[in-house]
């Protein structure tokens, strides 16, 4: 298995209380869900890396950084419940290839079982993960 990380950052911990909330509506947990994931975007990209890249500033050339390569790692969902966390990902990182696996419970073992895999040949090659 790979890094697990919890994401226990004090706006993500706010937000996850007020969907738990019996009384949030369908659109306000959508919206919050959105927000929760371009939270968790903003997390799990830290450890992007970086490269020097030469730009002209307004007073001369510099030199800055820029995240390395021109496409991230990709956004797979699980369906149907992650779904709703793609547009919040997307938003940081457009560039971003997106992909889905389909999964299920399997009602004897209680293991997961894939059922559908979108962008196999991405997640094999994928940078970040």
Do not use: W
Request: aromatic share 6%; glycine share 6%.
């Amino acid at each position: 298995m790979g890094k697990f990380e919890v994401l226990d950052h004090p706006l993500i911990q706010h937000k996850l209380t007020l969907i738990r909330d019996k009384n949030c509506s369908t659109k306000e947990f959508r919206e919050i869900v959105n927000e929760i994931s371009t939270l968790m975007a903003y997390e799990v990209s830290r450890d992007m890396p970086l490269e020097d890249v030469e730009i002209e500033t307004p007073i001369g050339k510099s030199i800055q950084k820029q995240i390395s390569g021109k496409k991230s790692g990709p956004i797979v969902p699980i369906l149907r419940a992650g779904l709703g966390m793609v547009d919040g990902m997307a938003e940081l990182l457009p560039v971003a290839r997106i992909g889905h696996i389909g999964m299920y419970r399997d009602e004897e073992t209680l293991k997961p079982t894939e059922y559908f895999v979108s962008c196999q040949a991405t997640l094999a090659n994928a940078k970040y993960s």
